[in-house]
């Protein structure tokens, strides 16, 4: 059987330069295709970048030919979009499902995306109504596996200043290790651990819509270390 081919779409992101990152070590998966909006140089031998007018659905089904799971960490902020939440809404929702109806027509049968904890398209928070919705129109278009991580806070170092979440960074890691019960899906959680999380939940081989949280991801993750 030959090595596959996976996708990912927001590379340069925090989770997604962890994601590159693991799976360019995984003698499972043979390229690592990043698409991308801007041609940037390649990182590792695996990797293989597709530009992508994310806008135009043949633009991202070409890119997705021969690609056996896709991986979204595709993300923004309101200050990257200057308060515009449209935009922000096309970024974090309308790429992610456009890319999956790709993917499908493509013959991708397996997605991994990252959501956030407290998702739920019915909340009067923006991020979090947003975040909901995602889940739920991507459940809709019916990939046969579906895997969704739901972090709270992320830790580690991103190309770009977070002012807020720094702060949130050095309140909540000590504070972390507090949280149980039903509060331990708030722990924070390091950016690479979502991401060997994720690989890991494709390796498990289940079919259906999966939502993980701290403790799911957690165990994802030692599992994918252990293995690795």
Known sequence: MGKKTAAIIGSGGLIGSQLLRHLSEDPEYGTIRTLVRWPA?????????????????????????????????????????????????????????????????????????????????????????????????????GMPSLHIMQPSLLLGQRKEHRRMETIGQRIMKPASSLLSGSWLKYRAIDAGEVASAMIEAVHTGRTGVFRYTWKEMKELSDRYTSDH
């Open 41 to 141: 140089t390649p990182l590792h031998p695996k990797q293989e970048e597709k530009l992508v007018d994310f806008n135009d659905a043949e633009s991202i089904l070409l890119a997705l030919v021969d690609v056996a799971v896709v991986f979204c960490a595709i993300g923004t902020t309101l200050k990257k979009v200057g308060g515009d939440r449209k935009r922000y809404w096309q970024i974090d929702h309308d790429i992610p499902l456009r890319v999956c109806r790709m993917a499908l027509e493509a013959g991708c049968r397996e997605m991994v995306l990252v959501s956030a904890i407290g998702a739920n398209s019915s909340s009067s928070n923006f991020y979090l109504q947003l975040k909901g919705k995602t889940e739920e129109d991507l459940a809709a278009t």
